[in-house]
T-cell receptor
Framework: QKEVEQNSGPLSVPEGAIASLNCTYS??????FFWYRQYSGKSPELIMF????GDKEDGRFTAQLNKASQYVSLLIRDSQPSDSATYLC???????????FGTGTRLKVLA | DTAVSQTPKYLVTQMGNDKSIKCEQN?????MYWYKQDSKKFLKIMFS???????INETVPNRFSPKSPDKAHLNLHINSLELGDSAVYFC???????????????FGPGTRLLVL
């Protein structure tokens, strides 16, 4: 079992729809969770981080964390073609330096 | 101003050669990382330094040797390059603070290494 699993996609959604990206992790000791966006040929950039169970909203983005079920998701409302990218989930234990990334989900927003 | 910079951006070389990649950050961070991203986009941590001290050394061939001359710089030297070393290498930095906001990593633009 991979430490952090994501569906590789592509996930195709029409413009204006809600895109839902999911991530599961195996280490119950994980306490910090991150979503990065990576455009083709570019470096990952942080979209959001979440530490507590529940939802965290930032503009069109909402991160959802459920530690009991060991999953974290990212919702993108009003999806735009410019949101088309690979979304990487990363987890980390508190007090450690090691970030573990999933393989990413490729999102395509169709105009 | 570039926060995390890497040189070179592209590196094409023959098998068996030795090459170095350099990374610099001007964010005042105390922790720096090297990641390897393969063709399937899997981003895997290789090394991490905190205040010039090696703190993460993943299962990486000993042909790879990191060096951190100071907190703002982390270099990666690769000996006897192999075809399988072809990948994108990303440098990143973060600041280890008592607060969790310091956990955010900032990535450099990447070095695309192609071994022929």
């Amino acid at each position: 079992q991979k430490e952090v699993e994501q569906n590789s996609g592509p996930l195709s959604v029409p413009e204006g729809a809600i895109a839902s990206l999911n991530c599961t992790y195996s280490d119950r000791g994980s306490q910090s969770f991150f979503w990065y966006r990576q455009y083709s040929g570019k470096s990952p950039e942080l979209i959001m981080f979440i530490y507590s169970n529940g939802d965290k909203e930032d503009g069109r983005f909402t991160a959802q964390l459920n530690k009991a079920s060991q999953y974290v998701s990212l919702l993108i409302r009003d999806s735009q073609p410019s949101d088309s990218a690979t979304y990487l989930c990363a987890v980390k234990r508190l007090g450690t330096y090691k970030y573990i990334f999933g393989t990413g989900t490729r999102l395509k927003v169709l105009a | 101003d570039t926060a995390v910079s890497q040189t070179p951006k592209y590196l094409v070389t023959q098998m068996g050669n030795d090459k170095s990649i350099k990374c610099e950050q001007n964010l005042g961070h105390d922790t720096m990382y090297w990641y390897k991203q393969d063709s399937k986009k899997f981003l895997k941590i290789m090394f991490s330094y905190n205040n010039k001290e090696l703190i993460i050394n993943e299962t990486v061939p000993n042909r790879f040797s990191p060096k951190s001359p100071d907190k703002a710089h982390l270099n990666l030297h690769i000996n006897s390059l192999e075809l399988g070393d072809s990948a994108v290498y990303f440098c990143a930095s973060s600041h280890r603070t008592s607060g969790r906001s310091g956990e955010t990593q900032y990535f450099g633009p990447g070095t695309r290494l192609l071994v022929l």
